[in-house]
């Protein structure tokens, strides 16, 4: 071999392509589709893998490297977070209603999403997509344990943190997350890119993580503030992966194009519904708000996505079928969801409460159209209800939509007086719609749906057969601690109690 | 002297998660612990996957092996992303120290041309073999069951092609982007390397994670690291002048030595389950094992030559007597 004395240097790409690119090879002892099997039957056509452009070029050893940094930093905090009593520096125990949801139905996703960038991080028959997903599916389990070590030291001190596990896959808000990661996992790698790497990382992370995060600062939260920011390049690697990806899948092949508008349609509505737990969190259970649903949707909904649009618009991609129901759904959703919960709220492991006056006049002045005319009213015959020492509590069980899994709680689009409910009849079973969106996905895919597993129904079956405190063991719901209304629980107790302790002197012998 | 802070002290209301009591007591969890059990969803899954009706979305039943309990096959490292990433800056910082000397003392011209060809021919090809590895530990991270099990397959596919990305960088140094191209065109032609190449590609085609398991981190690694970097790189190479390769593929050498605790620990762990096991685990590695030293004779005889027959010999009862101790008699 003729060998140079001094090799030339090697351009960032290039190295990068002979580090990366030039490690696949065709084989030849097995067929393409022996070792990629489930490459072709969503009927995506890729003519050349070649043709992707590698978004990072990150090689493992700048991997490791920059990784290893944000660790360090990472643990140093949490580390000092929860020795010097961290969590009293929150604004309001009702804050942590937030950090409970987020436990329970976001960070089991995010290990769903490990799990899933790994099966197409293998599936997938070019090597720059294939170390591209695998980067991600590594990311991704360190967002599932950074989250759960940054709340491990809440559940130390507060109810409703320490059945996330049982809650992940038994209570029922929680399968409003669960059945989406479900519904990416069991579709096909394309799919799943624009699932996951698409609609949740591109269209929603923003409206997931910076609402969240910013209101973890509001809030002086600083062990969640931490893993966002320690999470925000991670997921500006994700953003960019996502966007690749719809975008070779639309430059390879035209007939690519249909199919990926479904997807499109599909899983944006899918996610929206999921945000509907977020607009709560922003509306609601930040007592120092950062800025309303409404606006935050203005900002990354609106602006960023229909800058999006625009750019795929010369693919012949149109924006999703839900768009417009959405943007007349933002107005309402919060507040209803929000209605929904606390009537709910013996059966969930985080708690709701009545805004205060102060609070309804912000949601008036955030929500001008809307608020005073259909939402005041019922808070206000709520704390009456509360005041008189007979609370509402709605003992009937919530009817789900067989898709997205949300209570039927929202109303028609153009008319707010109206609850939206859809049925359909399936091989001589009938199932409920919250949308016709949801509506939609169903019949698109039926024989998928109809398998969806439905927490309430299951109240009713063997072992539970409707027995509530049964379905709360089960559930891992601890009655008179974990739910019900903030007014009155332990932890609103033992944060003032706490707070005061930390903040003040008091006496030998002095009841605490 | 000690001295003692006062501080607000709290009592705790939980001492840890309900799934970690379960599991190990009333009692503060290690991060690993919290980073790891029982993470994976584990009941009321909602759809059967589309790319296969006849599996669940995590499914114990596509491998032959039967666990009472997946979460049993603990990584003794205890790895979760943090201890991983931290270890691996750590080498990679070694590592990079070891390349710059290489490179800023010219060692690579003081290698004896015949070796440098031969260090070439060995290790470049190699690259393409972790690629195949590297996909083969996704997988079984992908279909895997229990976090414990499938969470440290993950961070082995990206040790492997942090291991191929090293072995393209030493064909770089030793030998420009042609030895990379040369190498590629050996992987796919040349006999020597076809037997590996054809065992690569027929593990790839395995979708029972645990024998992939066997197949890939037991056998073929378990031959391939202690033939390749040990008596070969550390020991031929380095006693003809080459040891700069050798502080080169120092990152290989230590990973083994690291990743073999957990590799055996599972293999122990899934074979104390029951006699089943331990049958099903000495039929795939009796037929891996074999396939696989017979793929990499050609191989290190380009190194060792005539001796190479009775060094992989040697190798296979290494092999079987690290097996025997896990408790598996192949």
């Not at chain 1, 953003?239 to 990806?245: D, H, I, K, N, R």
């Not at chain 2, 979708?207 to 020991?235: C, H, K, M, S």
């Not at chain 2, 899934?270 to 096991?277: D, F, L, T, V, W």
Request: glycine content about 6%; proline content about 5%; overall charge negative.
């Amino acid at each position: 071999m003729d060998v140079k004395a001094v090799p030339k240097k090697l351009g960032l790409k290039e190295k990068y392509r002979h580090l990366t690119r030039g490690l696949g090879w065709e084989p030849s002892y097995q067929t393409r589709e022996a070792l990629f099997p489930y490459a072709g039957y969503e009927g995506i056509r890729i003519h050349d893998w070649d043709r992707w452009e590698d978004p990072f070029r990150l090689t493992m050893d700048a991997y490791w490297k920059y990784q290893a940094e944000k660790e360090r930093k990472f643990y140093a905090v949490i580390d000092a977070h929860a020795q010097n009593n961290g969590h009293l520096n929150i604004t309001d125990a009702r804050y942590l209603s937030a950090l409970k949801i987020f436990l329970q139905a976001i960070s089991p996703g995010e290990y769903a999403a490990h799990r899933g960038f790994a099966r197409v991080g293998r599936e997938f028959p070019g090597v720059g997509t294939q170390v591209a997903c695998q980067m991600q599916a590594i990311d991704e389990i360190r967002h599932a344990q950074t989250q759960i070590h940054a709340l491990s030291n809440y559940n130390r001190y507060y109810h409703g943190f320490h059945a996330f596990a049982d809650a992940r896959d038994r209570i029922w808000y929680t399968s409003v997350a669960r059945s989406f990661f479900d519904d990416a996992m069991s579709a096909g790698p394309f799919e799943f890119m624009i699932a996951i790497g698409f609609s949740f990382e591109y269209v929603l992370t923003n409206l997931l993580f910076v609402p969240f995060m910013s209101g973890a600062a509001y809030n002086g939260d600083m062990a969640t503030v931490t893993f966002g920011f320690s999470a925000q390049s991670d997921e500006a690697r994700h953003m960019t992966l996502g966007l690749e990806c719809i975008k070779f899948m639309l430059e390879q092949d035209p007939a690519n194009v249909p199919i990926v508008q479904r997807w499109f349609d599909k899983w944006f509505w899918r996610g929206f519904r999921v945000l509907g737990l977020v607009s709560t969190m922003m509306d609601y259970m930040l007592p120092k708000r950062v800025m309303s649903w409404r606006e935050a949707w203005e900002i990354y909904g609106v602006e960023n996505g229909g800058a999006l649009f625009a750019d795929l618009a010369r693919y012949g991609i149109r924006p999703p079928a839900g768009w417009e129901d959405a943007g007349k759904a933002i107005d309402h959703m919060s507040h209803q969801f929000m209605l929904g919960l606390y009537q709910w709220s013996f059966g969930t492991s985080f708690h709701s409460w009545i805004p205060s006056e102060e609070e309804m006049d912000w949601l008036a002045e955030k929500y001008p159209t809307t608020f005073e005319r259909w939402y005041r009213p019922r808070w206000d015959h709520l704390r009456k209800l509360a005041a008189a020492g007979t609370p509402f509590k709605n003992f009937g069980l919530a009817k789900l939509c067989q898709c997205c899994q949300l209570p039927v709680v929202f109303t028609e689009p153009d008319d707010p007086t109206l609850s939206c409910h859809r049925e359909l009849e399936y091989k001589q079973e009938k199932y409920h719609f919250c949308s016709d969106h949801c509506l939609r996905i169903f019949e698109d895919e039926a024989e998928k749906y109809v398998q969806a597993w439905l927490p309430m129904p299951q109240l009713f079956q063997a072992p539970l057969n409707g027995d509530v405190g049964a379905w709360m063991a089960w559930v891992g719901l601890k009655d008179g601690l974990d739910n019900g209304d903030f007014a009155g629980s332990p932890d609103q107790r033992n944060f003032e109690q706490w707070r005061r302790n930390a903040t003040r002197n008091h006496r030998e012998g002095e009841a605490q | 002297m000690q001295i003692d802070l006062r501080t607000v002290t709290i009592e705790p209301v939980h001492q840890t998660f309900d799934h970690l009591a379960r599991r190990f007591g009333d009692k503060p969890a290690s991060r690993y612990q919290e980073g790891s059990y029982d993470l994976q969803a584990a009941e009321n899954l909602h759809y059967r996957p589309t790319w296969d009706p006849d599996q669940a979305l995590y499914d114990t039943g596509i491998t032959r092996i039967v666990m009472a309990d997946w979460h049993a096959l603990k990584d003794p490292r205890q790895f979760y992303y943090n201890t991983y990433t931290v270890t691996r800056a750590r080498q990679q910082d070694a590592t990079e120290a070891n390349f710059s000397f290489v490179e800023s003392r010219g060692l690579v011209a003081l290698l004896p041309p015949q070796l440098r060809t031969l260090a070439l021919d060995l290790l470049v090809p190699l690259r393409h073999a972790a690629w195949g590895a590297n996909q083969n530990n996704a997988f079984m991270c992908g279909y895997g069951y229990g976090v414990t099990f499938t969470q440290p397959c993950m961070y082995h596919a990206m040790d492997l092609l942090g291991i191929a990305q090293y072995l393209s960088r030493i064909g770089l140094l030793l030998g420009d982007t042609a030895a990379l191209d040369a190498g590629k065109r050996a992987w796919m032609a040349s006999p020597v390397w076809q037997p590996l190449r054809r065992y690569v590609e027929d593990s790839m085609a395995v979708r029972d994670p645990f024998e992939l398991f066997v197949a890939q981190n037991v056998a073929l690694d378990g031959l391939l690291y202690p033939l390749v970097y040990q008596r070969i790189v550390d020991d031929e190479l380095a006693s003809r002048g080459g040891s700069a390769v050798a502080m080169l593929t120092q990152f290989m050498s230590d990973w083994y030595e690291e990743s073999s605790r957990w590799v055996d620990a599972v293999l122990k762990v899934a074979a104390a389950e029951s006699g089943r096991n331990r049958e099903v685990l000495a039929q795939w590695l009796d037929a891996w094992t074999r396939r696989a030293a017979a793929a990499l004779l050609p191989v290190v005889a380009q190194a060792l030559g005539p001796a190479a027959d009775e060094i992989v010999a040697e190798q296979l009862a290494a092999l079987a007597a690290r097996t025997a101790k896990a408790g598996v008699a192949a």
